[in-house]
C-alpha cells in the first residue's frame, strides 16, 4: 500500500465525519498548512498526525495501521518482504565486510553511500535515507531484538563520505554499543583472509524460532529460507566470530580510529 492509499483514507474520513481541513488542523493542533500539505502529498505524515487525526475522526486507529502499512512498503519493493522479517525479528546477527550495517549508519554516511554514483534523484535518495534511519528505531524500542554486528575492519577505516562523516559514524557505533541489548565485534585486518570475504548478510531470528536469512548482490536483496543455506551462513558466522576481537577490544579500536574524542 503507497502512501496515495493513505490520503484517501483520510480524505474519506474528514468527509464523512463532515470535517474541513481547518477544522481538524484546530482540533489536533495542527496548522491548516500543514494538513493541506500532507493531504496533497508534499509533506508525509507522521505516526503523531495519523493517531491524532484517528482520535478526532473516530476511525478506530484505522489511519495509524494505514500509515504502518505503507511505512513499511517504503523503499525497494524487494526490500519489503526482509523489513517485515527484521521488525518481527528476536535476534539479529549481521556481518558486513565493507561498510557499516545499515542499521547502523547515521544520516550522513547513510546518505553517502545511497547517494554514490549518482544512481538515485534526489528525491529517491532523502526517501531511502528516511527509510535507513526510521529502520534504526527497532533498537530502541522497549523490547529490542537481541543484535550482534561483526565488521571487518575494513568498514571501520573506510573514509565514506570524508574523514568527518566516518569520525561521526564510528562515535555512533560507540554510543550504539552501549545499548544493552546490542554487541558489536571487529574482525581485525590481521586475520587476513576470513569466511567473510564473499560477502554481508543478516541471519534473523524470529519469535517462533524460524531463521531467515538476507543476502545482497550488487542489484538487489534477497530473502532465503533454505535451511541447508541458512546452515552454511551460520558456520560462517561461527568462523567470523571466532576471529573477530573481544567486544572490548573491538570498541578501542573504533575509539583508537576516531580523530575527535
Given amino acids: 500500500m503507497n502512501i496515495e492509499v493513505w490520503i484517501r483514507?483520510?480524505?474519506?474520513?474528514?468527509?464523512?465525519?463532515?470535517?474541513?481541513?481547518?477544522?481538524?488542523?484546530?482540533?489536533?493542533?495542527?496548522?491548516?498548512?500543514?494538513?493541506?500539505?500532507?493531504?496533497?502529498?508534499?509533506?508525509?505524515?507522521?505516526?503523531?498526525?495519523?493517531v491524532a487525526a484517528d482520535q478526532a475522526l473516530g476511525t478506530g486507529g484505522l489511519l495509524a495501521q494505514l500509515l504502518t502499512a505503507a511505512d513499511q512498503e517504503r523503499g525497494p519493493s524487494w526490500f519489503v518482504p526482509w523489513r517485515g522479517y527484521e521488525q518481527q525479528a528476536v535476534r539479529l546477527r549481521a556481518f558486513e565486510a565493507c561498510l557499516v550495517p545499515g542499521l547502523l549508519q547515521t544520516e550522513d554516511y547513510a546518505r553517502a553511500v545511497i547517494s554514490t554514483g549518482g544512481l538515485h534523484p534526489p528525491g529517491t535518495v532523502d526517501e531511502l535515507v528516511a527509510v535507513r534511519l526510521e529502520r534504526q528505531q527497532l533498537l530502541h524500542r522497549e523490547?529490542?531484538?537481541?543484535?550482534?554486528?561483526?565488521?571487518?575492519?575494513t568498514a571501520v577505516r573506510r573514509p565514506v563520505g570524508g574523514p568527518a562523516v566516518l569520525d561521526a559514524q564510528l562515535a555512533r557505533?560507540?554510543?550504539?554499543?552501549?545499548?544493552?541489548?546490542?554487541?558489536?565485534?571487529?574482525?581485525?585486518?590481521?586475520?587476513?583472509?576470513?569466511?567473510?570475504?564473499?560477502?554481508?548478510?543478516?541471519?534473523?531470528?524470529?519469535?517462533?524460532?524460524?531463521?531467515?536469512?538476507?543476502?545482497?548482490?550488487a542489484a538487489r536483496g534477497h530473502v532465503i529460507d533454505d535451511p541447508e543455506t541458512i546452515g552454511l551462513i551460520e558456520r560462517k558466522w561461527d568462523s567470523l566470530l571466532g576471529e573477530a576481537l573481544s567486544t572490548g577490544a573491538s570498541l578501542d579500536l573504533v575509539r583508537k580510529l576516531k580523530v575527535t574524542p
Fill in 143 to 153: 523490547k529490542p531484538p537481541h543484535c550482534v554486528f561483526l565488521l571487518d575492519e
Fill in 173 to 217: 557505533l560507540l554510543e550504539v554499543a552501549e545499548l544493552p541489548a546490542v554487541r558489536v565485534h571487529v574482525v581485525p585486518l590481521a586475520v587476513g583472509e576470513h569466511a567473510g570475504l564473499g560477502g554481508g548478510f543478516v541471519l534473523a531470528e524470529l519469535p517462533d524460532s524460524e531463521r531467515v536469512l538476507y543476502l545482497e548482490n
Fill in 9 to 50: 483514507a483520510l480524505k474519506a474520513a474528514r468527509a464523512g465525519a463532515d470535517v474541513s481541513q481547518e477544522g481538524l488542523a484546530a482540533t489536533i493542533r495542527w496548522s491548516p498548512s500543514t494538513v493541506a500539505a500532507i493531504e496533497t502529498g508534499r509533506r508525509r505524515p507522521t505516526m503523531e498526525f495519523a
